[in-house]
């Protein structure tokens, strides 16, 4: 009997992100593939000699990586860390988790991404000094019911009463 919640990866097509010359990732969205609600979970591949999303951390969502071939640095925090297939990483929401993949082989890196998918969530970008706010559809869920998305220089500041009429 088939079933929407059960998928095949091989069934899925691959969505290729890339972002200057240093960012490519393909990706599988296993979990929104499979209608998953309140878990995500996607396929990547981080191509050779290419980095993953920019260095940041979440405030609600929790994430959570298990490499299956390949290897890599983990930035977490300031800290790099050699990956290979078979680790499992756990990155609870909050700075002390910040983190980025590279890719600094000649093979790529594939590996599971796993999420948490509250919303609204608040991520925050360490080296770029922004801050992005996600609602309606949490970060890698679906973005036709994403009802707010908004990136802000973490300097930002307006008044609580700004802009109000009386």
Known sequence: M???????SNDLPWTDIVQGSRV?????????AAQGKKLGCSLLELLPGKKSWP???????????FILEGSGILRLGEERLPVTAGDYVALPAGPECAHQ??????????????????????????D??????????????NKAARTLEAYLPLSARVGYWEGEVD
């Open 2 to 8: 088939a079933t929407p919640h059960l998928v095949h």
């Open 24 to 32: 490519a990732i393909r990706r599988k969205q296993l979990g929104a």
């Open 55 to 65: 260095h940041h951390y979440h405030l609600a969502n929790e994430e959570a990586l």
């Open 101 to 126: 993949l590279f890719n600094e082989s000649t093979q790529p890196l594939r590996y599971l991404a796993f999420s948490t998918q509250i919303e609204p969530d608040v991520l925050v970008y360490p």
């Open 128 to 141: 770029s000094q922004k801050v992005g706010v996600m609602a309606g559809a949490a970060p890698g869920g």
